[in-house]
């Protein structure tokens, strides 16, 4: 079975930590890009940040700069996002997805995960 399992998310009060992971079965990765997007109720899915195939490159959303830092393990066939310094505004499901190429644009992406749940108080 093809697919993207996110894992990670969770309640944390503003200032703390979460660390997602974006682990990939029956789906090669590791020459991919992978991005994480995130959607909150009533909004568009937006970009957060995407790592090159090598991850040799990165690329993050203004919003997240300075706070997020996304990584990649090619042997584990997997992405995380560590987010530190979490605010209520980043609030919102979070999707990991298979980029076809490095990009912020969430039609260049070909599998996504499920999502998972970033619940962030105040």
């Known amino acids: 079975q093809v697919q993207l399992v996110e894992s990670g998310g969770g309640l944390v009060q503003a200032g703390g930590s979460l660390r997602l992971a974006c682990a990939a079965s029956?789906?090669?990765?590791?020459?991919?890009?992978m991005g994480w997007f995130r959607q909150a109720p009533g909004k568009e899915r937006e970009f957060v940040a995407v790592i090159s195939w090598s991850g040799a490159s990165t690329y993050y959303a203004d919003s997240v700069k300075g706070r997020f830092t996304i990584s990649r393990d090619n042997a584990k066939n997997t992405a995380y996002l560590q987010m530190n310094s979490l605010k209520p505004d980043d609030t919102a499901v979070y999707y990991c997805?298979?980029?076809?190429?490095?990009?912020?644009?969430?039609?260049?992406?070909?599998?996504w995960g499920q999502g998972t749940q970033v619940t962030v108080s105040s």
């Open positions: 029956g789906l090669t990765v590791s020459n991919s890009a």
């Open positions: 997805g298979r980029g076809v190429r490095f990009s912020t644009t969430a039609s260049l992406y070909d599998y």
